[in-house]
T-cell receptor
Framework: GQNIDQPTEMTATEGAIVQINCTYQTSGFNGLFWYQQHAGEAPTFLSYNVLDGLEEKGRFSSFLSRSKGYSYLLLKELQMKDSASYLC??????????WGAGTKLIIKP | DAEITQSPRHKITETGRQVTLACHQTWNHNNMFWYRQDLGHGLRLIHYSYGVQDTNKGEVSDGYSVSRSNTEDLPLTLESAASSQTSVYFC?????????????FGPGTRLTVL
């Protein structure tokens, strides 16, 4: 079956760095997305990786290893507004998105 | 500015009633999707459409139907609402064929079936 695993909840301190991991098992693979979702709001796009390596976008970076079925989202210089759920989603061979349950990130002052 | 809207934002209905949730996008996107989101689960795909008159079943399509008569709208109908369909429903759209494109989400509809 197809599966996405990510931690349910993580806690970090304002100003620190946090890494949210995601492992995936899908029928084929056409890329991996990260979305941010604040409580009560819609998911919004953060990043898309299809090739191995690290992609940096301001305070956020996303890494992909296709051979390991693994990705992570790295958030630097954490701000209180980064408190949200972070959703990992893999695109399978049929170009369907398989979503993880999300990681709730709690930022403490 | 282009946007994607959903209505109603909140809905309470009774078991057995037919319910239609509206989704309207002004991005002129070909692809539209309906998801449900429940605690402890990821977003689960209900139905999707890659263009006018095209509709496809997703992972959890039983009890739901959609129709696509124009580019802008993809209404989701619950034929006979059940308590198990209490959820938050998100509509999304994307431009490029094949699904490897950013999906833009509507604000969601919180549906309660009593």
């Amino acid at each position: 079956g197809q599966n996405i695993d990510q931690p349910t909840e993580m806690t970090a301190t304002e100003g620190a760095i946090v890494q949210i991991n995601c492992t995936y098992q899908t029928s084929g693979f056409n890329g991996l997305f990260w979305y941010q979702q604040h409580a009560g709001e819609a998911p919004t796009f953060l990043s898309y990786n299809v090739l191995d390596g690290l992609e940096e976008k301001g305070r956020f970076s996303s890494f992909l290893s296709r051979s390991k079925g693994y990705s992570y989202l790295l958030l630097k210089e954490l701000q209180m507004k980064d408190s949200a759920s972070y959703l990992c989603a893999a695109l399978d061979s049929n170009y369907q998105l398989i979503w993880g349950a999300g990681t709730k990130l709690i930022i403490k002052p | 500015d282009a946007e994607i809207t959903q209505s109603p934002r909140h809905k309470i209905t009774e078991t057995g009633r037919q319910v239609t949730l509206a989704c309207h996008q002004t991005w002129n996107h070909n692809n539209m999707f309906w998801y449900r989101q429940d605690l402890g689960h990821g977003l689960r795909l209900i139905h999707y459409s890659y263009g006018v008159q095209d509709t496809n079943k997703g992972e959890v399509s039983d009890g739901y139907s959609v129709s696509r008569s124009n580019t802008e709208d993809l209404p989701l109908t619950l034929e006979s609402a059940a308590s198990s369909q209490t959820s938050v429903y998100f509509c999304a759209s994307s431009l490029l064929a094949g699904g490897s494109d950013t999906q833009y989400f509507g604000p969601g509809t919180r549906l309660t079936v009593l």
